[in-house]
């Protein structure tokens, strides 16, 4: 059975990847308008990826005996000055959720709460891959600058994204 404050702090980040989730919607949408089809596509894979996080702890929850409660999702931003400021947005979210995962490995230490802390090292290495993926295109987007075609080469990599 959960504790109260974990079972708070897991529903918690049921909130948080179901609003990554809409943050990466909203960013795939500012690339569509754009005309930026491949970050388009490298943000919605992104975003049905957050949907799966957000299950995992549902199941968990359900699996120990807990009750989800779901919470309001903030709007996203709308817009961004550049492909390389939503990038940077992205990274900057994805730390944040490394942050939380961290806070929750060290409640259920401090709990003792064994099956929470192992259930939780799947999302520690998956932050680990999240960050790096971001940080790629941060520092290709940087040295790219303002090449136009360096650009569209990179949105079509992007596009190439699979179901990772």
């Given at each position: 059975?959960?504790?109260?404050k ?22 795939a949408?500012?690339?569509?308008s754009?005309g930026w ?38 709007e ?19 730390q ?7 806070l ?13 802390e ?11 891959e ?5 940080t790629?295109?941060?520092?290709h ?24």
């Amino acid at each position: 059975m959960l504790g109260k404050k974990m079972m708070e702090e897991l529903n918690k980040q049921i909130n948080e990847e179901l609003a990554s989730a809409y943050i990466y919607q909203a960013m795939a949408a500012y690339f569509e308008s754009e005309g930026w089809k491949g970050m388009a596509l490298w943000m919605e894979k992104q975003a049905g990826e957050e949907q799966v996080h957000a299950k995992k702890f549902y199941d968990y929850i359900n699996a120990r005996g807990g009750r989800v409660r779901f919470q309001a999702i903030q709007e996203p931003p709308f817009s961004y000055k550049s492909p390389l400021d939503a990038f940077s947005a992205a990274l900057k979210h994805e730390q944040h959720i490394t942050a939380r995962i961290d806070l929750l490995v060290d409640l259920a230490r401090k709990d003792r709460d064994n099956a929470t802390e192992i259930m939780l090292q799947w999302f520690v290495s998956e932050q680990v891959e999240e960050e790096e993926h971001a940080t790629d295109v941060v520092e290709h987007l940087k040295k790219i600058k303002d090449s136009t075609g360096a650009l569209f080469q990179l949105d079509h990599q992007l596009g190439k994204r699979g179901g990772d």
